[in-house]
């Protein structure tokens, strides 16, 4: 069952812009992870923040989780174009590996 | 980054076949590995937990027997979809994570299949 749901459902900006991404979850985690998937892909891994952290940062990536509030945002700076794809949170509960995903956010960035 | 291939990538079956999609760890022993289902312009559905050398794990809802799942070996899994219909067509994904348990998990390229 999904747990997870991602505002906005999508994104267009332009480039060079910011784009910030929200993940709600709803029962208690270990970790969030945020994954991307470009159209008919894999997804690749971005970023894992853990429950006891509050920022991480990756390169253009910054991530924030707010555990009382149960939810997360992943904010990707000076957006391009090749950013376009889309981003799903997702949480792991008990450290498993067993991932539970959000609904995800479809990122369009116009050159 | 540790590298997790699925085979094939795509494949057109006749309603009423089996199809068979493999997930390999390449170059990392995978004791669990885990599949999941992906309908157009969806998010990722966990269908099972594949475990090495033990059955697999079923989310609620899902056909242990119309999605055998065999966990062979560490670096081996395979999902079969038996007597596919055309509601089974979708994009199947695997992933697997390392010994380390880092929490951080490899994703195959996925497997579209199209079940006619």
């Known amino acids: 069952s999904q747990q997870g749901e991602e505002d906005p459902q999508a994104l267009s900006i332009q480039e060079g812009e910011n784009a910030t991404m929200n993940c709600s979850y709803k029962t208690s985690i270990n970790n969030l992870q945020w994954y991307r998937q470009n159209s008919g892909r894999g997804l690749v891994h971005l970023i894992l923040i853990r429950s006891n952290e509050r920022e991480k940062h990756s390169g253009r990536l910054r991530v924030t989780l707010d555990t009382s509030k149960k939810s997360s945002s992943l904010l990707i700076t000076a957006s391009r174009a090749a950013d376009t794809a889309s981003y799903f949170c997702?949480?792991?509960?008990?450290?498993?590996?067993?991932?539970?995903f959000g609904q995800g956010t479809t990122l369009q960035v116009k050159p | 980054g540790a590298v997790v291939s699925q085979h094939p990538s795509w494949v057109i079956c006749k309603s009423g076949t089996s199809v068979k999609i493999e997930c390999r760890s390449l170059d990392f022993q995978a004791t669990t590995m885990f599949w999941y289902r992906q309908f157009p312009k969806q998010s990722l559905m966990l269908m099972a937990t594949?475990?090495?050398?033990?059955?697999?794990?079923?989310e609620q809802g899902v056909e242990k027997d119309k999605f055998l799942i065999n966990h062979a070996s560490l670096t081996l899994s395979t999902l079969t979809v038996t007597s596919a219909h055309p509601e089974d067509s979708s994009f199947y994904i695997c992933s697997a994570g390392t010994k380390k348990n880092t929490g951080e998990l490899f994703f195959g390229e996925g497997s579209r299949l199209t079940v006619l």
């Open positions: 997702a949480t792991d509960a008990g450290n498993t590996g067993k991932l539970i």
């Open positions: 594949s475990n090495e050398g033990s059955k697999a794990t079923y």
